[in-house]
């Protein structure tokens, strides 16, 4: 089964560093996602991407952060200057048509700020 | 702004037992999902609807959109069901992406 696989599984970086999160959407989907869940909260929608460049973002998704689709299979995330309060796992997920099909997420990434 | 309630927040039941987990959202959405996530962190979509229901094994989920409500039903349960499930509303477009409810943890005992 296809499946949507995010590296690194587990990240540690020291505050003010830039982390880049990586994942490999499913082959032929066509939207894809990033989302956040900090430890013992609910999850929380960062941005979509669709067609090479941002659908949709939230207040979360502010300067710090930016999307990048390299070389068309993946998609990552940059946070340029991490905060302690950046802590938190983070999920990519994808899909072939927003709203009408499945997402498939991914394992995930700790990212750990000390 | 769309929000997600779920209840109950936590679920504890014995291994046979039908489980019924609730799903409300405020505001009209173009689809709903159900999700489970495991100890580990991953998550697995396991339905999304926009009408009705479906079943697929031993789980199924319904949907109200003139109540906006939505139900995730899980017959003859088993500890291996035993996760977080999360409802997740899409509005269709918009600022907010996939709007989650804060889970609802089911463990069920042998």
């Known amino acids: 089964e296809p499946e949507v696989t995010q590296t690194p599984s587990h990240q540690v970086t020291q505050m003010g560093q830039e982390v880049i999160l990586r994942c490999v959407p499913i082959s032929n989907h066509l939207y894809f996602y990033w989302y956040r869940q900090i430890l013992g909260q609910k999850v929380e929608f960062l941005v979509s991407?669709?067609?090479?460049?941002?659908?949709?973002k939230s207040e979360i998704f502010d300067d710090q952060f930016s999307v990048e689709r390299p070389d068309g299979s993946n998609f990552t995330l940059k946070i340029r200057s991490t905060k302690l309060e950046d802590s938190a796992m983070y999920f990519c997920?994808?899909?072939?048509?927003?709203?009408?099909?499945?997402?498939?997420f991914g394992q995930g990434t700790r990212l750990t700020v000390v | 702004k769309n929000e997600v309630e779920q209840s109950p927040q936590n679920l504890t039941a014995q291994e046979g037992e039908f489980i019924t987990i609730n799903c409300s959202y405020s505001v009209g959405i173009s689809a709903l999902h159900w999700l489970q996530q495991h100890p580990g962190g991953g998550i697995v979509s396991l339905f999304m609807?926009?009408?009705g229901k479906k079943k697929h094994g031993r789980l199924i989920a319904t949907i109200n959109i003139q109540e906006k409500h939505s139900s995730l039903h899980i017959t003859a349960s088993h500890p291996r069901d035993s996760a977080v499930y999360i409802c997740?509303?899409?509005?269709?477009?918009?600022?907010?992406?996939?709007?989650f409810g804060k889970g609802t943890h089911l463990i069920i005992q042998p």
């Open positions: 997920a994808s899909d072939f048509d927003r709203g009408n099909t499945e997402a498939f």
């Open positions: 609807l926009s009408s």
């Open positions: 997740a509303s899409d509005s269709g477009g918009g600022a907010d992406g996939l709007t």
């Open positions: 991407f669709y067609n090479n460049e941002i659908s949709e």
